[in-house]
Nanobody, 116 residues
Framework: QVQLREFGGGLVQAGGSLRLSCRAS?????????MGWYRQAPGDERELIAL??????TYYGESVKGRFTISRDSTKQVSLQMNSLKPEDTAVYYC??????????WGQGTQVTVSS
């Protein structure tokens, strides 16, 4: 069974930085085709923040371009560096994995709170 474990998150003041990491287990490396991050604020839909498609492209949501950077640390681990954080970045951040051997997998989510 695929499991995604998220690290990081927490409370930070506006203008500050945080780093999130996500490590996958229960999946063979060759089956992973993409990993990334989504977020969901109360009352909002889940939105794409950043995604790395292996051997292809990297995508960023419009609201975070130029401030957030996703990095592929290994086939089964990605990190998200978040700089110049704003109160509107407050949300639960979810790690996402796409694979060839089953449905997409999601982490439990980690809370990021940015105070003004």
């Amino acid at each position: 069974q695929v499991q995604l474990r998220e690290f990081g998150g927490g409370l930070v003041q506006a203008g500050g930085s945080l780093r999130l990491s996500c490590r996958a287990s229960g999946v063979i490396s060759s089956a992973v085709t993409a990993m990334g991050w989504y977020r969901q604020a109360p009352g909002d839909e889940r939105e794409l923040i950043a995604l790395v498609e292996y051997g292809a492209s990297t995508y960023y949501g419009e609201s975070v371009k130029g401030r957030f950077t996703i990095s592929r640390d290994s086939t089964k681990q990605v990190s998200l560096q978040m700089n110049s954080l704003k109160p509107e970045d407050t949300a639960v951040y979810y790690c996402h994995l796409r694979r060839t051997t089953g449905p997409d997998a999601w982490g439990q989510g980690t809370q990021v709170t940015v105070s003004s």
